[in-house]
């Protein structure tokens, strides 16, 4: 259980579980074992699971409050914007990979603004539920749940209703290659530490394709997604946080 949560952890939200004990870094992947970058909006047939690219963990990604960008990376991060925006709902697969190398996969859906459910395949038991204002990570095995207020929490970026990257949050990196459209977003909190949200998109279809957490410790968790579909309704009762059979865990 301790494992399952530290690989959620960085994605959910660096401060609350930046006491988790550390584990080792997996080592960088090329990028030639990424998923492709092609792709429609709606996925036809069923794409088999990606490899996520795992950021070099040497990396050191420059920040400063004068930081300034280029015509070109304030045009990326302008159809990025406006990518995200358009999105309501989404719906696809994902694989994630932990601090620790770990892969677990599972099913997700996106209702904005601020809904999300994660489903992890078994035997992990782990959903999370974002409902709007709080985010839960719920545990199905022991049936507890740890809450958190969306707004202190990662996701708060994917699912605005309308988001601006330049205005909206700290920029402090946009990169683009025959590949991936990159952009990295910065947060600082006092009590906590600085983490990053890596945020990467294809280049050639300009859809999401991963997203990498890095907390205040330096730990990253990866989020590759597939399969995706722009165009499901999805059922409200999804991202119902139920609060009568699922209680605090316990400490």
């Keep these: 259980m301790a494992g399952v949560l530290l690989v959620t952890a ?4 660096a401060a609350s579980f930046a006491q988790t004990v ?3 870094k997996p080592a960088p992947k090329g990028r030639d074992s990424g998923p492709a970058a092609g792709g429609p909006a709606v996925t036809g047939a069923t794409q088999t699971p990606p490899n996520p690219i795992i950021p070099d963990p040497r990396r050191n990604v420059p920040s400063s409050i004068f930081q300034t960008f280029d015509a070109s990376q304030k045009a990326q991060a302008a159809k ?3 990518y995200l925006s358009s999105l309501s709902t989404l719906v696809g697969n994902f694989v994630q ?13 996106i209702q904005k603004p601020g809904k999300v459910r994660f489903e992890y395949d078994a035997p992990s038991p782990i959903d999370i539920v974002a409902d709007g204002s709080s985010l839960v990570v719920r545990d199905r095995k ?5 809450v ?23 920029v402090v990196n946009v990169s683009a290659d025959d590949v991936f459209v990159s952009v990295t977003i910065e947060e600082k909190q006092a009590l906590v530490g600085t983490s990053r949200l890596l ?9 999401l394709k991963q997203w990498t957490v890095t907390d205040p410790q330096g730990y990253d968790t990866t989020i590759a997604i597939y399969n995706l579909d722009a165009t499901k309704k999805l059922d409200p009762g999804m991202f119902k946080i139920d ?3 699922y209680g605090p865990s316990p400490g």
């Design 142 to 146: 022991l049936a507890t749940q740890d």
């Design 243 to 245: 609060f009568t059979n």
């Design 22 to 24: 550390p584990v080792p």
């Design 199 to 207: 945020l990467m998109f294809g280049a050639k279809d300009g859809q």
């Design 80 to 82: 990025v914007s406006a």
């Design 97 to 109: 990979v932990g601090p620790d190398g770990s892969k677990t996969q599972g099913d997700f859906y």
């Design 148 to 170: 958190y207020p969306l707004s202190q929490t990662p996701l708060r970026f994917l699912l605005s209703d309308r988001i601006d990257l330049m205005k909206d949050t700290n």
């Design 10 to 13: 960085a994605m959910v939200t």
